[in-house]
Structures are given as structure tokens and as C-alpha cells.
């Protein structure tokens, strides 16, 4: 509501908000038309004046030249009149050109008068097409203002009847819960919630979940469980997501009321044994709690993966986690096949280490026997050396038997023998 005080009693009076607007609109479209109107009058005065400014100083400049032609006139007719005496002939002449040129002057004149009414109306022409221009933007402007104050008033309204609506939702939900809450006993309460969850997510199953395991945990080994359990796998056999769910209720006359928190570490425990991705906890616990009221609250600043929503956020929190999921699935794809591959390099490299033990131990035999072998060859080739030397020894003595062969010729053979000699000789 508006307060405005009349300036007339000074007694203040409240307006609501549409009765304000319309108040302000017209103000504003009185000031307006008046601001406008005085500038179209104070134009039009200006107008006016300059126009006939211009008519009194283009009728002073036409009086001028007229009398300047006129004194032209009078000269030559004066001069006409003295030289008339015997020289007509030649005068009658001269006469007719003064005459034409009198009768140019005067076409002068009367040109240059119409070209002067007609600037004078087309100035008038000028000022009309301006003032039509400005009645025109002056429409414009009105339909644009109206246009645009409807609009406003259109969206102001659709606000007000959207908060009105909000406000009456929220009012019945309300009451809904209260009355639920008031119906239900103490011991009922935790399955009851438990039971609108399970009836929710049984409602999309065969549409949206169907190859999605979604049933209440019932391993309590470790001293604790949790309420739901969720996962979901793809063809290949890798987990797309996986939540731990804990559903917590609480009646209006409860003594001594919870708070969510206060099971914030247990169901990260479960999540933990339980080896589920998230924690979500679905609370009617702190329903005065605006901090829980605003949707899906995030505490993983708390505990890592964990989130807390009221009952009609429960399907949405799987649809948002689950898609967020769908997203990284191909990383997870990939991460899974780097840890096959990592086994199978970590079975690989086993084998090696067998392949490796199994050589070492056969090159430890095959390098004895190497060994042994090596051995008998040395010993061999000392043998073979021995020969070798006695077979170089013998081709010694050969070559220097083949040298003295070839040495011996028939002059050293019968030198100091003449009889041998003669019998050479005879045969030469």
C-alpha cells in the first residue's frame, strides 16, 4: 500500500498498487499534454514572427529596388526630354532601348515578387508538414505509453495471480502434511515414508527404471543399513550409479524432535560398507527449516556425496544424479578398460617373471655345458696346433728341398766332371 497526502487538508490516505499506477499515469499524461501543447504554441509563435520579419525585410528590399528603379526611369525620361531637339532620329533609337529596358525591370520586379510569395509559402508549407509531424509522433508517443503501461499492468497482474497461486500451493501442502502427520502414529511414521517412496518409484518403474535394482537393504552385518538401496548398470556390465537412501519422518507431538544432521554420519557409514556412489536422505525432520524447504540441499561439504530433499524431490534427485551419471559414462567406460588392461599388463608381466626364472635356470645349464664344451675345443685346438705345427714344419723342409731342386742345373752339375761335360756338349 501507498500513502499520499493531499495537499489540499494534508490528510494522508492509502492507495494499493493499481490504484497508485492510475494515479501517476494520469499526472503523468496531464503534464505531458501541457508541456507538449506549450512548445507547439511557443513554435508556432516563433514561426509566425520569423515569417513576418522575413515579409517586412523582403518588402523594404523590394520598396529599395523599386525606387532605385524608378529614379533609373525618371534619369532617362529627363535625359530623353533634353536631347529631343535634333537628334530625334538618333534619340528614337536610344528611346526604344530605355523603354525595353524599363519593361526588363519591371519583369525583374514582378519575378523577383513571385519567387518571394513563393519562399514565403513554402516556409508556411514547412511550418504545417512540422506541426502535422509532431501531432503524429505526439499520437505515436501516446499509443506507445499506453501500450506499454497495459503491459506492465498485464505483467503485474500475472504476478500477483502467480504468488496467489504459490501462496495457496504451499498453503495446502501445508495443511496437507499437517493433516498427514496427525493421522499417522509413532511407530508408523518411518514406513509409512518409506512405503510413498517405494509406491512413487514403482509408479515410473516400467517406463523409466526397468532394468534398475531398487530394493530395501537388508544386510545389517555391520551393526547398521540403510532404507533403499539403487543401482544401475550398463550392457558392458560397469556400474552407471549407485544411492543409499535413508528416508526419516517425525510426528508434530513428537518430545523430543531430530534433526537431520543428526544422521548425516550413519548414512555415510552405509553408504561406505555398502559401496553406493551417493547418500541421499528423503526428510520430513526440521519442517520449519527454510534451509531444507528450498528443494535438493547439497551437504557434501559435510559428508562427501550426500544430499537431503523433501518426498516430492525424491524421483527428481534420481533423475538429476542418474543423467548427471549418463554423462560421465563413457570416462567410466574408459576407466574400466584401463583397469583390464592394467590386470592384463599385471599378468603379462607374471609370465615374464616365469619366462625369465625358467631361462635363467636353462642358461645356467646350457652356460655349464657352454663351458665344458668350450673347454674340449680349447683342448682340441691345442692338439690341432701341435699338428699344425708339424704339418708347417714338413712344408719348410719342402720348400727348401724345392729350392735346391730348382737351383740345380746342368752347369753346376758337371762342373769339375769333363766327361759329363763332353757328353752335353755332344748332345747340343
Known sequence: MNEIICPNCHKAFKVDEAGFAEILKQVRNHQFEEELQERLRIAEREKNSEIELNKEKFKSYLQEQLSKKDAEISQLKSLSELEMTGKVSEKEKEILELKAKIEKAETEKKLAISEAVQKVENEKNSIEN????LRNKLKNKDMEKELSEKSLKEQFDEKLKSKDIIIKYKDEEIDRVKEMKARL??????ETLEQHCEIEFNKLRATA????YFEKDNDSRSGSKGDFIY????????EIISIMFEMKNEADQTATKKRNEDFFRE???DRTEKKCEYAVMVSLLEAENEFYNTGIVDVSHRFSKMYVVRPQFFIPIITLLRNAAMNSLQYKKELALVKNQNIDITN???KIDTFKQGFAKNYELASRQFKTAVEEIDKTITHLQKTKDALLSSVNNLRLANNKAEDLTIKKLTYGNP?????FDDLK
Open 185 to 190: 502414529s509413532t511407530k508408523m511414521l518411518g
Open 130 to 133: 512540422e506541426k502535422n509531424e
Open 209 to 212: 527404471f526397468q532394468d534398475v
Open 419 to 423: 766327361t759329363m761335360k763332353a757328353k
Open 348 to 350: 603379462f608381466e607374471e
Open 231 to 238: 543401482r544401475e548398470f550398463d550392457d558392458s556390465g560397469n
Open 267 to 269: 548414512l555415510d557409514k
